[in-house]
């Protein structure tokens, strides 16, 4: 008989600017942000294609975006993937703000250091 697969686990990594799901100690995928003012901005979310299909995008964001809830900070989706799972929880609507062009001029010099 198998064990049972053990749960991913998501962690904030704040030296790397990202959030990162691991499944079974490996690291299956990531969220990225860079924090603007009070507001977590989310820009980039990947899976590895290994770990495709399994729904870790969601397990990731969902608790990423507890995470930022918990931190009294609020939430730009710029990520398309991210943008696409609030519209789908409502839970969050509360603590998101919308993505202006001045936020994406500030994102661009951000990534570029």
Request: aromatic content about 8%; glycine content about 4%; some cysteine.
């Amino acid at each position: 008989m198998t064990q049972p697969a053990a749960a991913p686990t998501v962690q904030r990594v704040d030296a790397k600017h990202h959030y990162e799901i691991l499944v079974e100690g490996e690291t299956a995928g990531l969220t990225a942000y860079r924090d603007h003012d009070n507001q977590r901005v989310f820009y980039h979310t990947e899976v590895d294609d290994a770990f495709a299909g399994q729904g870790l995008a969601a397990v990731l964001v969902q608790e990423a975006l507890t995470d930022v809830r918990a931190s009294g900070k609020r939430i730009v989706p710029v990520c398309p993937y991210v943008a696409k799972f609030l519209k789908k929880h409502e839970e969050f609507a509360d603590l998101t703000d919308p993505v202006t062009p001045e936020l994406l001029q500030w994102l661009d010099t951000e990534l570029a250091h």
